[in-house]
């Protein structure tokens, strides 16, 4: 089992001491840091500003969404961040919700599996650089259909560093799992517990039987699974830490209609849990939102309380097909992580 940092999304600016303990995953031999995206921040940005001081850690979007730039796009800021950062880059896409691309992006949601697809694989074509690329999908067309009539295919002028720079997938759903094993390098998964295990590794088999040969083996591919610690004698105090995330997002990320973060969580056996907390949500009541969230979850999705109740949940993990585990907290918790490792 290898541990990862996630930062996290920006509230209304900067995350306080997200620079330490960027550096400090790097010093502490983490193997990666990650970025994310929703609608305020952007996931490239901060991950070159912070990732210029560090040395060796990986540097890996969780997520870039794939309606806010275009898939050559993203296959630029790609190879770009891979050249500036030595080979260290990992591009983490992923199709948000309706919510999101619909609102904010102005793009339309609908089969975001064949979107996904399609876009993976223009991205693929340009960091290959084999030839021109050309795409002639649902989704994608290059070049453009109609318009003057005067675009042309195109190779990257840059050299990618890596023909094969890791493309990891976030996914919740049974099938989006399987297209990640299908088409990509890694899964990014949010709220996995060990208890489902069973559940995404016939998914991720699923994929994997239909993966390209051209693609390094299935027993390359990669789960970094987000996970929050809270290192703390008393459980339900740290228990509380992570109770509003839940919340926010059982509740507050998604339509009641299309909320695939509930619904992973409800995998997990908490569907009526889910209807509380997602009605109190609704209704403003945050706080009781939170507080509705039950330890059992938590401990289900993250790794809180003593240090010897935590090293002891990680037994659990370790039998899972998550590769790494991505902590989500500060510098205090990677540190402490650190510590139980030693």
């Not at 730039?69 to 919700?97: E, I, K, N, W």
Request: aromatic share 8%; with cysteine.
């Amino acid at each position: 089992m290898r541990f990862g940092y996630h930062v996290g999304y920006w509230a209304a600016g900067p995350p306080p001491g997200a620079l330490e303990a960027v550096v400090a995953a790097d010093r502490l031999g983490f193997d990666s840091v990650w970025t994310a995206e929703a609608y305020g921040s952007d996931a490239l940005t901060p991950l070159a500003w912070w990732g210029s001081r560090t040395e060796r850690i990986r540097l890996g979007t969780a997520i870039a969404q794939i309606s806010a730039r275009t898939p050559t796009a993203a296959a630029m800021a790609a190879l770009t961040l891979d050249h500036l950062s030595g080979g260290r880059f990992v591009l983490g896409l992923g199709a948000s919700g309706p919510q999101v691309v619909e609102g904010w992006y102005g793009a339309p949601y609908p089969r975001p599996l064949a979107r996904t697809r399609e876009y993976v694989g223009v991205v693929r074509q340009v960091l290959r650089r084999e030839e021109p690329v050309v795409a002639d999908g649902e989704f994608y067309q290059l070049p453009h259909r109609g318009g003057t009539g005067l675009g042309r295919p195109l190779r990257s002028t840059v050299h990618p560093l890596r023909a094969h720079l890791p493309v990891h997938l976030a996914a919740e759903g049974p099938k989006n799992v399987a297209l990640a094993a299908e088409v990509a390098d890694g899964w990014l998964p949010l709220f996995y517990a060990p208890s489902v295990d069973a559940f995404y590794r016939e998914a991720l088999a699923e994929g994997f039987a239909r993966r390209s040969p051209d693609l390094p083996a299935p027993d390359a591919f990669e789960v970094s699974a987000t996970v929050p610690v809270v290192v703390d004698d008393d459980v339900e105090r740290a228990a509380d830490v992570v109770r509003p995330f839940v919340a926010l997002y059982v509740g507050g990320m998604g339509a009641s209609s299309a909320n695939f973060h509930r619904d992973m969580v409800e995998r997990l056996g908490y569907v009526r849990e889910c209807e509380t907390v997602a009605s109190l949500f609704a209704e403003g009541r945050r706080a009781e939102a939170a507080a509705a969230v039950p330890t059992a979850l938590v401990q289900d999705i993250a790794l809180v309380g003593p240090p010897a109740a935590i090293r002891d949940r990680l037994a659990a993990w370790d039998d899972t097909v998550v590769t790494s585990i991505l902590v989500q907290g500060d510098a205090a918790a990677l540190r402490a992580v650190a510590d139980l490792l030693s």
